[in-house]
């Protein structure tokens, strides 16, 4: 297990000249993306417990900050990236402090809510492009645009932020913040009861929660050089965090990456079986993992494999 | 003193819970709440705790208002309390659980640590520290309990029937257990059913009925009170106790 570790970072370093080739470096570059998306979501909605399905709000503003700062003043996109995250911050903030008092799938539905009310605004909003959205530009003056051709650098700037983001859910998980998370979401009145500031802290991991997926949204807009409500703040955007998360296990550090690693596979199987043809097949592929996950396994893949584990490896021993 | 509960009234709509309650708790006071199903002890105990506002009346601990002060600034005044049904944080270990309260007075993980590993040990838990709590049977969840509340270091802690459920052995290990965390300092108050228990540690005994408070004393004295009696037995009970004899 000690190698466990080491053995999945160099596997993510070395996958593009494991896997060579554009497919397969854009199925990795997908796959990062989902993985900090999941990862970010889990900090407030697997640790905390929380079930935001709205946080393709903070993706949104993420995606399309920097595409606006390249509309407006000509500038790099990536010096929007900071905005972003300011936004999102104070996003949560303005969110969080109404929705906090709900609890349950009470918070869930507000927070779908908000983040339908954000993407129909958008869309008629003709600063922003309105429906029709925002593009990056399409030759690079500098390096500092960040258009590459090849997949390949997307690849490592996306894989410095997983990294980023999975060190600070590691930092998290080990502070006593993420002790609290875990009490608030074992049981509210129980963790009040020790003097664990509830409310507060459910505020402060939205807010680092918003701010990552912020800057996923970015490295997102960043990378295809275009936006529109539905690619910034459309549900299934929200949808993809939770089922990735849930799928490999919520509140685990690893959880997001193995759900990242069977789902988006999976994703680009079926649109390449069934082309334009499938294209409400996303749907029913993430219905049909949420129906499968409440029935047989609802900690995730994560869960499953400590059930499994152990049996396999007094199964080996008796062999 | 260090708990003074002066008038508290409760009212659920037109229903009220607790009429006019006192309570004066001295530093080093073990205090028995007790009364049958519905007498409003665990909402005057509510109050108490800082989990529900009384509708009337003031809680004053260590001469500072706390009535309409949250849970959390409770515990960080130093007042403590368990559940009737324990709300153990069931998918983290004892340990874990521990140090959640231990949290409050240290905000480094090392000491949280260190203490949450102390008062494991001192409530016999050391076993299960690293079993999730919710692998723990009945008497094990009551301890994990106490243990939580005990790392963060109260000054007063209300157990609310939090020796319930426990065999005849159990119980007096969790009997000597209340008095170690008495002789730490910590004033305590008792809601239980268990009269051993509070014939056996409260030094002064409450009795509540239909909300309000009948009867108070020594435990020898208060169990021998016509009221107090009535009220558990009902009207008449000398007289059928005639007629069964």
């Given at each position: 297990m000690?190698?466990?570790?080491?053995a999945?970072?160099?596997?993510?370093?070395?996958?593009?000249?494991?896997?060579t080739?554009?497919?397969?470096?854009?199925?990795?570059?997908a796959?990062?993306?989902?993985?900090?998306?999941?990862?970010?979501?889990?900090?407030?909605?697997?640790?905390?417990?929380?079930?935001?399905?709205?946080?393709?709000?903070?993706?949104?503003?993420?995606?399309?900050?920097?595409?606006?700062?390249?509309?407006l003043?000509?500038?790099?996109?990536?010096?929007?990236?900071?905005?972003?995250?300011?936004?999102?911050?104070?996003?949560?903030?303005?969110?969080?402090?109404?929705?906090?008092?709900?609890?349950?799938?009470?918070?869930?539905?507000?927070?779908?809510?908000?983040?339908?009310?954000?993407r129909i605004?958008?869309?008629t909003?003709?600063?922003?492009?309105?429906?029709?959205?925002?593009?990056?530009?399409?030759?690079?003056?500098?390096?500092?645009?960040?258009?590459?051709?090849?997949?390949?650098?997307?690849y490592?700037?996306?894989?410095?932020?997983?990294?980023?983001?999975?060190?600070t859910?590691?930092?998290?998980?080990?502070?006593?913040?993420?002790?609290?998370?875990?009490?608030?979401?074992?049981?509210e009145?129980?963790?009040?009861s020790?003097?664990?500031p509830?409310?507060?802290?459910?505020?402060?991991a939205?807010?680092?929660?918003?701010?990552?997926?912020?800057?996923?949204?970015?490295l997102?807009?960043?990378?295809t050089?275009?936006?529109?409500?539905?690619?910034?703040f459309?549900i299934?955007?929200?949808?993809?965090?939770?089922?990735?998360?849930a799928?490999?296990?919520?509140?685990?550090?690893?959880?997001?990456?193995?759900?990242?690693?069977?789902l988006?596979?999976?994703q680009?199987?079926?649109?390449t079986?069934?082309g334009?043809?499938?294209?409400?097949?996303?749907?029913?592929?993430?219905?049909?993992?949420?129906?499968?996950?409440?029935?047989?396994?609802?900690?995730?893949?994560?869960?499953?494999?400590?059930?499994?584990?152990?049996?396999?490896?007094?199964?080996?021993?008796?062999a | 003193?260090?708990?003074?509960?002066?008038?508290?009234s409760?009212?659920?709509?037109?229903?009220?819970?607790?009429?006019?309650a006192?309570?004066?708790v001295?530093?080093g006071?073990?205090?028995?709440?007790?009364?049958?199903?519905?007498?409003?002890?665990s909402?005057?105990?509510?109050?108490?705790?800082?989990d529900?506002?009384?509708?009337?009346?003031r809680?004053?601990?260590?001469?500072?208002?706390?009535?309409?002060?949250?849970?959390?600034?409770?515990?960080?005044?130093g007042?403590?309390?368990?559940?009737?049904?324990?709300?153990?944080?069931e998918?983290m270990t004892?340990l874990?659980?521990?140090?959640?309260?231990a949290f409050?007075?240290?905000?480094?993980?090392?000491?949280?640590?260190?203490?949450?590993?102390?008062?494991?040990e001192?409530?016999?838990?050391?076993?299960?520290?690293?079993?999730?709590?919710?692998?723990?049977?009945?008497p094990?969840?009551?301890r994990?309990?106490?243990?939580?509340?005990?790392a963060?270091?109260?000054?007063l802690?209300?157990?609310?029937?939090?020796?319930?459920?426990?065999?005849p052995?159990?119980l007096?290990?969790?009997?000597?257990?209340?008095?170690?965390?008495?002789?730490?300092?910590?004033?305590?108050?008792i809601?239980?059913?268990?009269?051993?228990?509070i014939?056996?540690?409260?030094?002064r005994?409450?009795?509540?009925?239909q909300?309000?408070?009948i009867?108070?004393?020594?435990?020898?004295?208060?169990?021998?009170?016509?009221?107090?009696?009535?009220?558990?037995?009902?009207?008449?009970?000398?007289?059928?106790?005639?007629?069964?004899?």
């Amino acid at each position: 297990m000690k190698w466990s570790l080491p053995a999945l970072a160099a596997l993510l370093l070395f996958y593009p000249f494991i896997l060579t080739g554009p497919f397969y470096w854009d199925i990795g570059v997908a796959f990062l993306l989902a993985a900090i998306s999941a990862s970010a979501w889990n900090i407030v909605g697997g640790y905390a417990g929380q079930v935001s399905v709205g946080h393709s709000m903070f993706f949104g503003v993420g995606a399309y900050t920097p595409l606006l700062f390249y509309h407006l003043w000509g500038l790099p996109p990536v010096a929007g990236v900071p905005a972003g995250m300011l936004v999102s911050l104070a996003l949560a903030v303005a969110i969080g402090m109404p929705t906090f008092r709900l609890q349950g799938h009470y918070f869930s539905m507000a927070t779908i809510a908000v983040a339908e009310l954000i993407r129909i605004f958008v869309g008629t909003w003709d600063l922003v492009g309105a429906a029709i959205g925002l593009q990056g530009p399409a030759v690079g003056r500098a390096w500092w645009d960040l258009t590459f051709r090849s997949e390949l650098p997307y690849y490592y700037i996306f894989l410095a932020v997983l990294a980023v983001v999975l060190y600070t859910t590691f930092e998290v998980e080990r502070s006593r913040f993420g002790y609290y998370l875990r009490a608030i979401k074992a049981g509210e009145r129980a963790a009040r009861s020790l003097g664990v500031p509830v409310r507060a802290t459910k505020l402060k991991a939205l807010m680092l929660s918003a701010v990552f997926t912020s800057v996923a949204g970015s490295l997102y807009s960043i990378k295809t050089g275009f936006i529109d409500p539905e690619s910034g703040f459309g549900i299934l955007v929200s949808v993809q965090m939770v089922i990735v998360a849930a799928l490999g296990g919520a509140a685990t550090l690893f959880g997001p990456l193995i759900g990242a690693l069977l789902l988006v596979p999976l994703q680009t199987a079926t649109n390449t079986w069934f082309g334009g043809g499938g294209s409400g097949l996303t749907y029913i592929l993430y219905g049909g993992i949420i129906v499968l996950l409440a029935r047989f396994e609802p900690g995730g893949m994560h869960e499953w494999w400590q059930h499994v584990a152990p049996r396999l490896m007094r199964r080996s021993h008796a062999a | 003193m260090l708990l003074s509960a002066q008038n508290i009234s409760k009212a659920f709509g037109s229903f009220l819970a607790v009429r006019g309650a006192d309570l004066a708790v001295a530093e080093g006071e073990i205090i028995g709440l007790i009364g049958p199903n519905g007498a409003g002890k665990s909402t005057f105990f509510n109050c108490l705790a800082g989990d529900t506002v009384p509708t009337t009346g003031r809680v004053l601990f260590d001469g500072i208002d706390v009535t309409r002060a949250s849970a959390e600034a409770h515990a960080r005044a130093g007042i403590g309390r368990t559940f009737q049904v324990p709300a153990t944080f069931e998918d983290m270990t004892v340990l874990e659980n521990v140090m959640v309260g231990a949290f409050l007075r240290h905000h480094h993980r090392g000491a949280a640590r260190e203490t949450a590993l102390r008062i494991v040990e001192m409530t016999g838990l050391t076993r299960q520290s690293a079993q999730r709590a919710r692998s723990l049977g009945t008497p094990g969840r009551k301890r994990l309990e106490i243990a939580r509340v005990l790392a963060t270091g109260p000054r007063l802690m209300l157990l609310d029937e939090a020796l319930a459920g426990l065999t005849p052995t159990e119980l007096q290990q969790a009997i000597a257990l209340v008095r170690r965390i008495h002789e730490l300092g910590i004033t305590l108050v008792i809601v239980e059913h268990i009269m051993e228990v509070i014939m056996t540690l409260a030094q002064r005994v409450l009795v509540f009925n239909q909300g309000h408070v009948i009867a108070h004393g020594k435990p020898r004295e208060v169990v021998a009170n016509e009221a107090v009696i009535e009220a558990y037995l009902g009207r008449g009970h000398r007289r059928r106790r005639r007629e069964a004899s």
